[in-house]
């Protein structure tokens, strides 16, 4: 059964960084996936962060998140973290790592297989 857990939210200040990380288990083949981190404010639509394909490393990013956020995996580990620098008070958000086919369509949340639990970041300014 596949299970994906995030850990490394908290509340922050303005300026400051945080790491994300995803754990995921119940794969018999990584190199098949993509991952991705998605972000949902109080009140707003989940909205795409940032992608990697597994087998190529290949990354995307929305456009808030260019230049702030890295996108990254640990192949040993089977997880993919989430880098965040300098945080601004409209990053508050619960973020979500996701996980669909590498083959499959990616950008919007119906695309998903598998969600995990959240994680809450605040950024206070």
């Known amino acids: 059964q596949v299970e994906l857990v995030e850990s490394g939210g908290g509340l922050v200040r303005v300026g400051d960084s945080l790491r994300l990380s995803c754990a995921a288990s119940g794969h018999t083949a990584f190199t098949l996936l993509r991952m991705s981190w998605f972000r949902q404010a109080p009140g707003k639509e989940r909205e795409f962060v940032a992608t990697?394909?597994?087998?190529?490393?290949?990354?995307e990013y929305a456009d808030f998140a260019k230049g702030r956020f890295t996108i990254s995996r640990d192949n040993n580990k089977s997880t993919i973290y989430l880098q965040m620098n300098n945080l601004q008070a409209e990053d508050t958000a619960v973020y979500y790592c996701?996980?669909?086919?590498?083959?499959?369509?990616?950008?919007?949340?119906?695309?998903?297989?598998?969600w995990g639990q959240g994680t809450q970041v605040t950024v206070s300014s």
């Open positions: 996701a996980e669909v086919a590498d083959y499959s369509n990616y950008g919007l949340p119906p695309d998903y297989d598998y």
């Open positions: 990697l394909r597994w087998r190529t490393l290949a990354k």
